[in-house]
């Protein structure tokens, strides 16, 4: 699982520094407006991902439950379900893109040119969406079956594929044109279909897969369609919130100036980088309970999350330490902008040291996830995301703070959310009552 996360980071990386490195060929467009519009830009896409992602991690809740109690026609009867509520959401979600993202841009950066490329990003970007979440889907069901090592061929597919055509599309190299931050926006989407195609290849090409009964279009009645999008929204909810507040702080990063924003989506890199194994661990985590729980070993939950936590730590840590040794060599590979680099290393320092608190309140909330309470998870990310608004709207956008600064609302966010998850978890107020 690990592999299958880091895989597409790489993409990611190669996607930023290619962008970083980029300069129109009339000159308008120079590696620093093509970085920011890739923060700004990048984050606004993945509020519109994240919601499919709950949606998606709602299902994967309900599907390891069905597998910890033993029920391969009930999990995939929920992944039929899933499927369904998923590539209406999308439809849903994609309407709503091309009526509102230009609206949004034009009134919430400052910077004209800044907006005129997110717009035309956006309006590539957006077709991956579908594909995005089914690929995403069929991973979940890897993770809840535990047969996590199917999820290497589609991200491997993707992946190489979006390098391949985000070198080829943003400069502009052989047969193909020019095509800068849109080509970037294409490179994705057609990566997003190719990881689709394999993902869904396998689940109905592989005799692993055989046991679930997966029939995509076969009816489910309203009931269930309607329960489990109830048992999801609370999710999608959280995630809409939660990195909808990242896209503000982004938007206030951009009225510090484009350079700002540009060293920020350098740093954001960084999270690609460290939640490689922690992102895995999470959704680890987040199954492994929901199976526990599925099968009552409540005794062994706490133990779990706790042997998760000191994986989760460990390799933070080790990943921070040579990161923050070699922080001028790293973001000298993005960009030879020296002020963009100056802008960006203190504020990679304060990043590195709360992806700390990040190993732990990482697992910690994906482990009560994994309990089923969604609600619960609901309203401790609002409460989150409400310390985190505050402080960033004081800090960055009244104070106008240095960028290290503003980066400091990273101890802010991830120690609001450890606070929350982990008295809850150590609670054990979640056993149900004999």
Same mark, same amino acid.
């Given at each position: 699982?690990? !592999?299958?996360?880091?895989?597409?980071?790489?993409?990611?990386?190669?996607?930023?520094?290619?962008?970083?490195?980029?300069?129109?060929?009339?000159?308008?467009?120079?590696?620093?407006?093509?970085?920011?519009?890739?923060?700004?830009?990048?984050?606004?896409?993945? =509020?519109?991902?994240?919601?499919? +992602?709950?949606?998606?991690?709602?299902?994967?809740?309900?599907?390891?439950?069905?597998?910890?109690?033993?029920?391969?026609?009930? *999990?995939?009867?929920?992944?039929?379900?899933?499927?369904?509520?998923? @590539?209406?959401?999308?439809?849903?979600?994609?309407?709503? %893109? +091309?009526?509102?993202?230009?609206?949004?841009?034009?009134?919430?950066?400052?910077?004209d040119l800044i907006s005129s490329l997110a717009k035309d990003f956006m309006a590539i970007r957006i077709w991956g969406l579908p594909f995005l979440f089914c690929a995403h889907l069929g991973n979940v069901l890897?993770?809840?079956?535990?047969?996590?090592?199917?999820?290497?061929?589609?991200?491997?597919?993707?992946?190489?594929?979006? *390098?391949?055509?985000?070198?080829?599309?943003?400069?502009?190299?052989?047969?193909?044109?020019? /095509?800068?931050?849109?080509?970037?926006?294409?490179?994705?989407?057609?990566?997003?279909? =190719?990881?689709?195609?394999?993902?869904?290849?396998?689940?109905? $090409?592989?005799?692993?897969?055989?046991?679930?009964?997966?029939?995509?279009?076969?009816?489910?009645?309203?009931?269930?369609?309607?329960?489990?999008?109830?048992? %999801?929204?609370?999710? /999608?909810?959280?995630?809409? @919130?939660?990195?909808?507040? #990242?896209?503000?702080?982004?938007? $206030?990063?951009?009225? !510090?100036?484009?350079?700002?924003?540009?060293?920020?989506?350098?740093? &954001?890199?960084?999270?690609?980088? /460290?939640?490689?194994?922690? #992102?895995?661990?999470?959704?680890?985590?987040?199954? /492994?309970?929901?199976?526990?729980?599925?099968?009552?070993? $409540?005794?062994?939950?706490?133990?779990?999350?706790?042997? =998760? !936590?000191?994986?989760?730590?460990?390799? *933070?840590?080790?990943?921070? %330490?040579?990161?923050?040794?070699?922080?001028?060599?790293?973001?000298?590979?993005?960009?030879?902008?020296?002020?963009?680099?100056?802008?960006?290393?203190?504020?990679?320092?304060?990043?590195?040291?709360?992806?700390?608190?990040?190993?732990?309140?990482?697992?910690?909330?994906?482990?009560?996830?994994?309990?089923?309470?969604?609600?619960?998870?609901?309203?401790?990310?609002?409460?989150?995301?409400?310390?985190? !608004?505050?402080?960033? $709207?004081?800090?960055?956008?009244?104070? &106008?703070?240095?960028?290290?600064?503003? #980066?400091? %609302?990273?101890?802010?966010?991830?120690?609001?959310?450890?606070?929350?998850?982990?008295?809850?978890?150590?609670?054990?107020? #979640?056993?149900?009552?004999?």
């Amino acid at each position: 699982m690990s !592999l299958a996360i880091m895989i597409p980071q790489l993409s990611i990386l190669a996607n930023t520094i290619f962008l970083g490195n980029y300069e129109s060929s009339n000159g308008i467009v120079l590696g620093k407006d093509a970085l920011a519009v890739a923060g700004v830009a990048g984050i606004y896409h993945l =509020v519109y991902a994240m919601v499919t +992602f709950g949606l998606a991690s709602g299902i994967l809740m309900l599907m390891s439950r069905k597998a910890g109690e033993e029920d391969p026609k009930g *999990v995939g009867f929920v992944f039929r379900a899933g499927f369904q509520l998923g @590539v209406a959401l999308t439809v849903i979600l994609m309407v709503i %893109s +091309f009526f509102f993202s230009d609206a949004f841009f034009d009134f919430s950066l400052k910077n004209d040119l800044i907006s005129s490329l997110a717009k035309d990003f956006m309006a590539i970007r957006i077709w991956g969406l579908p594909f995005l979440f089914c690929a995403h889907l069929g991973n979940v069901l890897f993770i809840a079956t535990d047969k996590t090592k199917y999820m290497l061929f589609g991200t491997l597919g993707q992946t190489i594929i979006n *390098v391949g055509l985000d070198y080829l599309f943003i400069f502009g190299k052989g047969p193909f044109p020019e /095509m800068g931050i849109e080509g970037a926006a294409l490179a994705s989407t057609i990566a997003e279909l =190719v990881s689709f195609l394999i993902v869904f290849g396998i689940i109905f $090409y592989s005799s692993a897969f055989k046991q679930f009964k997966i029939s995509l279009f076969k009816k489910v009645e309203v009931v269930f369609l309607k329960e489990y999008f109830i048992k %999801s929204s609370p999710l /999608m909810l959280q995630y809409l @919130v939660s990195i909808g507040a #990242w896209e503000v702080f982004f938007i $206030y990063i951009e009225h !510090l100036g484009e350079r700002a924003l540009g060293a920020s989506q350098i740093i &954001r890199s960084v999270y690609g980088v /460290m939640g490689i194994i922690v #992102w895995a661990l999470a959704n680890t985590v987040t199954s /492994m309970v929901s199976n526990l729980y599925g099968q009552k070993a $409540y005794n062994q939950i706490i133990p779990l999350t706790k042997k =998760v !936590l000191a994986i989760s730590f460990t390799y *933070v840590a080790i990943v921070s %330490s040579v990161l923050f040794l070699f922080r001028k060599q790293f973001l000298g590979i993005y960009t030879d902008d020296i002020i963009v680099i100056q802008l960006a290393e203190p504020a990679l320092g304060i990043v590195l040291s709360a992806a700390l608190i990040f190993s732990f309140s990482t697992i910690y909330f994906n482990a009560m996830l994994g309990l089923g309470n969604t609600q619960r998870n609901l309203i401790y990310e609002s409460i989150t995301i409400f310390g985190y !608004l505050i402080f960033c $709207y004081i800090v960055v956008e009244k104070m &106008r703070s240095p960028l290290w600064v503003a #980066w400091t %609302s990273e101890y802010v966010y991830w120690s609001l959310m450890l606070l929350l998850s982990g008295v809850y978890i150590h609670s054990k107020k #979640w056993i149900p009552k004999a």
